[in-house]
């Protein structure tokens, strides 16, 4: 369908990922100002300012001054169209960044320049590899004392496994940083620090103007001639080709904060990445331009609107052209549904919208049909996307409510909380929802348990730590887990679905498990999850 290409070659669709504090917020933020979306930045300090970033919009991350879910924005910059997926740095919510990462075509890697590549980061990063997505780098807070920007590629380089191509070039760090030296252009970027405000005072100097020394010093001109010539020797060229197949991350030096080099990032990025990519299915590759909408869920978040205690779910369209109220079939619901009162996304905030494409996301109402990685596709077609990674629980508690008149509301919320992929719900054998053992990644997650609970359905929990290590699906349908052989610190659990699991203190309990029950079949991932 030729009408559309044009549409989705305008679309740029990536995840911002980064250690937690290295400035991927304020970045983004930045980037909204460029597009006209947000007049005003808001400052990313938690409790001690009545402002907080837009892309933040769950409570307990504005208390805390931290992401803990992903949020979906999109903004108009020139003649392109921005999907932006900012995304928890936090480890112990490092699942929702992996499943964000799947609805990504490239990643904005921001690294802070005083730290360099820190352990987050590399486990994102991983995964960004895992799946050859092009990678652009900005490295920020070159307004405060930064490591030597020779040190920081090398690191990239030998931590990450990447090389890196410079782009820019900082000129000084901390209360010396005069800019950069857009390699390009062969210009300086002389910025001044403006409190947030979209418009800043740029100069920029060609490299070769008498007027050079006044903007930046004798001694600075030195230092900066001398790095240039290094990497006209040593670095590596950009080729935009290795950019795209994730062998080369383009680099940027700025200060998000003071938006010293932010449009110039913006500008550049969008040349070096590319419109949507074609997808895997089981089946073969789905093309973005092909005449047939595909689909396929990455998130759910629920009570996104206290107003409305609704529940939205996010999709990536893949293929073809989105029309509101447009019949779809739900693949692994194996029904036909219509896809009503479609949004786009500014963080909490929604607008209505009648169309998009392939490359956009957008918010569905969700009624309580789809989990994550369903596809929903025109009808006539049957797509499954690639299974979305699910992550096996390190640490468990036994949560009940306190008030047993509250039954109702605890088995919504725990169920629906569940669903989002925030945590993951099991039961004892026969057991009911009055009580459930809950899963998490990380630690943290049980503090945004009991704090949505409490705010978003009225529940009072108690909640009490369980001592196992490690979690294992019975591999085996026609095993009777009653029947195990098993050690007296094992238990015996099912999950939502009806999985029988086995919850394990230490790896000897599972060695075990598998001496006394000769067959017995132990998976560290659950089915259909």
């Known amino acids: 369908m030729s009408s559309i290409k044009p549409q989705i070659e305008k679309r740029r669709t990536f995840a911002i990922i980064s250690h937690p504090d290295a400035g991927k917020t304020t970045l983004t933020e930045k980037l909204l100002l460029y597009g006209g979306a947000i007049n005003l930045a808001g400052s990313v300090k938690g409790k001690r300012t009545a402002k907080h970033a837009v892309s933040d919009w769950m409570e307990i991350e504005k208390q805390r001054g931290i992401s803990v879910t992903s949020s979906v924005m999109q903004f108009k910059y020139n003649d392109y169209c921005i999907n932006i997926l900012d995304t928890p740095g936090h480890q112990d919510f490092s699942e929702d960044t992996y499943r964000t990462l799947m609805a990504a075509d490239s990643a904005v890697m921001v690294i802070d320049g005083s730290k360099g590549v820190e352990k987050q980061t590399i486990k994102l990063f991983k ?3 895992m799946r050859n997505i092009p990678i652009i780098t900005f490295i920020n807070k070159m307004d405060r004392d930064s490591k030597n920007p020779f040190d920081l590629l090398e690191e990239i380089e030998n931590v990450l496994g990447i090389n890196t191509c410079p782009i820019n070039w900082p000129i000084g760090s901390g209360k010396d940083f005069k800019g950069v030296y857009d390699r390009l252009t062969k210009n300086v970027l002389a910025y001044t620090a403006n409190n947030g405000q979209k418009e800043v005072e740029e100069k920029a100097v060609p490299l070769d103007s008498p007027e050079l020394t006044d903007t930046v010093g004798k001694y600075m001109i030195d230092d900066l001639l001398a790095d240039i010539e290094l990497l006209e020797g040593a670095g590596d060229e950009l080729d935009l080709d290795l ?30 990445t590319t419109p949507p990519l074609p997808r895997e299915t089981e089946d073969g590759i789905v093309e973005p ?37 447009m019949e779809v079939t739900h693949v692994q619901g194996e029904r036909k549904i219509k896809l009503s009162q479609p949004q786009q996304m500014m963080a909490s905030d929604r607008e209505m919208i009648e169309e998009a494409y392939a490359g956009d996301i957008i918010g569905i109402f969700d009624p309580g049909i789809f989990s994550i990685g369903d596809t929903v596709c025109t009808p006539g077609h049957k797509i499954r996307f690639k299974g979305i990674p699910t992550f096996a629980p390190e640490h468990f508690a036994l949560v009940r409510q306190k008030d047993t008149m509250k039954r109702k509301q605890f088995i919504k919320g725990t169920s629906q909380i569940a669903q989002e992929g925030a945590i993951q719900i099991f039961q004892e054998l026969d057991a009911g929802m009055e009580e459930v053992i809950v899963g998490v990644v990380g630690t943290l997650q049980f503090d945004v348990l009991k704090h949505r609970l409490e705010n978003e359905y009225n529940v009072d929990i108690i909640m009490t730590s369980l001592p196992y290590q490690f979690i294992r699906w019975i591999g085996n349908s026609d095993v009777d887990p009653k029947t195990l052989d098993l050690a007296s610190d094992t238990k015996r659990i099912q999950d939502l679905k009806g999985n029988h699991l086995l919850l394990f203190t230490s790896e000897w309990s599972i060695s075990w498990a598998l001496e006394h029950n000769k067959g017995l079949i132990l998976e560290e991932f659950g089915k259909n999850t």
């Open 243 to 272: 950019v795209r197949k994730g062998k080369l991350t383009p680099v940027f030096f700025g200060s998000a904060l003071n938006n010293f080099g932010v449009e110039p990032f913006l500008e550049n990025f969008l040349e070096f």
């Open 289 to 325: 331009d092909s005449d047939y909408m595909s689909a396929f869920v990455f998130k759910i978040q629920a009570n996104m609107n206290k107003m409305h205690r609704d529940r939205i779910a996010f999709m990536r369209i893949c293929s073809g052209k989105f029309e509101k109220d």
């Open 127 to 129: 995964v960004c590899v």
